[in-house]
């Protein structure tokens, strides 16, 4: 499973970035391989300063030897060998009428002393964050998500959604990071659940990621903004920087286990402010989106 | 002792804000007065878009009531009542050769089911994080500080400087924030200090704070930068937002207990950029600085 696995995401990503590229139509990926001084590296992917994207990473990687004491700690479990692949992907579009977009697919196994697995499971998700809410473009995405996972098990929409608005909960703020999507992990063989159907409902929701975003980006990305759509585009980017650097898990792990660094923080976007007690205007657009980040609500039924 | 030191902060935070404001020579701090739910308040002053500070805050709190129980977890005690008051301050000048400067100076009393003070300690320090090192100005601040410890310990500034390079150390980064100052915390009565002691060192270090900083601001405020500087600074202040909002335990305590987040966030810098890896020049004034950050050095000898 593991290299079926880290073969279906390396392909992914020369889908994604070549995708990307071309509708960027001016910024090329650059390439940096790094190895893992413990075991294993990855393959990290940078866009930048683009016509469309002014900043984003799709970038792979596949680590493997021993279980960090960290991460021991974190699942609970005595000394063990573990791999771990993923794709994790984070695009800052330039226009802040275009949504930024995080996703990530990933696999992990556990071994026993004679290599033998004693566990593995699935994870991942995609979520949407824009700047200013327009509501037929999160009714779009997450109409791609509910297709996806009804053609896997009709529960898993409802109950994946849910995870992500709970998972991407801005505490200290009060709010949601964007307005959700997909967020899954465990995803453990079952009575009623393989792995191969595991990889099969995972691999899915990857083939349809640009069929969620794209038609969004296409659709926003010569709209007209100024210097305050910019600016408050650049206000709610400190929320993601937030976050990220307090709340986000996987940020979290990968810099307090020897990650790296770059590899991890290429989600932090480009240019970022910080205002005090900003406040939008009473029946802005701007207020618009946070009320929506107050209360996350149901884009399809 | 607890109003004597509410009172002092009160009065050194008007005559840094009366100080600061006139160095400024444009922009005005703006005050917000808070309430805190289960006890006590603060006073919140913010100066943005000045002459010479970008953003900053100079404020002060006092709160009181039951000890949250993250803060119980923290201080590992049962349940109790407790006071804290303090004086934060954090200015981010506009212009890339004038070094951002940090400061705090607190109380903490814990007390007994019949209100009988229990346990109380003083903490606080103040460290500097320029863009571009000048080693003089590097001197001139601790030289400060040594000064001012001296008259109290003659092993305070050791030990103190010592414990700043330790706290302000951006792990993920394997660099300092900056080059350092002062950091003391749970200082207690003991045979050797008693409480009017440490009071009298406290206050000694915020009397002087404006001696060790407004020389370098205005040495520097008026040097000529383009935009090299200006990306540089801002690129290094993310590095100061990674550091507060990964690293910092006072502003995570605070993101976490429930205080007023705009004013523990003041702290964050107005304008940040993140670029992918990037890396100064070779033998640059850039890359001189970051060799300063990752092998803190003796200042004063």
Redesign the interface.
């Known amino acids: 499973m593991k290299d079926t696995f880290y073969q279906y995401i390396q392909n992914l990503q020369d889908e994604i970035t070549a995708t990307i590229e071309k509708t960027d139509g001016k910024a090329k990926f650059r390439e ?1 391989l790094w190895k893992r001084k413990e075991g294993g590296g990855g393959r990290t992917r ?1 866009i ?1 300063k683009g016509n469309v994207f002014e ?1 984003g ?1 799709v970038n792979i990687s596949a680590v493997h030897g021993a279980l960090p004491k960290t991460m021991q700690q974190y699942f609970n479990v005595e000394e063990a060998d573990f791999f771990a692949c993923g794709l994790s992907l984070v695009l800052h579009p330039k226009n802040p009428f275009v949504p930024t977009v995080h996703a990530n697919w990933r696999y992990f196994e556990m071994y026993d002393k004679n290599g033998k697995i004693v566990d593995s499971w699935f994870g991942g998700g995609q979520d949407l964050t824009p700047y200013y809410l327009f509501e037929e473009d999160a009714t779009h995405f997450h109409r791609i998500c509910k297709t996806v996972c009804d053609k896997h098990d009709k529960s898993f929409y409802e109950k994946y959604k849910q995870a992500c608005d709970n998972y991407f909960w801005n505490a ?2 009060d709010e949601a990071r964007g307005i959700g999507g997909l967020f899954f992990d465990y995803c453990k063989a079952t009575e009623e659940k393989q792995m191969t159907d595991w990889y099969a409902f995972v691999t899915e929701v990857g083939n349809h990621f640009l069929d969620a975003y794209l038609p969004i980006v296409e659709k926003r990305k010569n709209l007209p903004y100024g210097e305050k759509e910019r600016n408050w585009q ?1 206000i709610r980017r ?1 929320r993601y ?2 976050f990220n ?2 709340h986000d898990k996987g940020t ?1 792990f990968g ?2 286990t020897n990650g790296r ?2 590899s991890i ?2 989600s ?10 900003f406040e939008p205007e009473k029946n802005s657009r701007e207020e618009a989106l946070i009320n929506v980040l107050k209360n996350p609500k149901e884009w399809v039924v």
Chains 1, 2 share one sequence.
């Open positions: 940096d940078i930048e900043k990473g200290h703020r650049e400190g920087v937030e650097l307090v979290l810099l307090k660094i770059e923080l290429m932090l976007p480009p240019q970022v402010q910080w205002v005090y007690n």
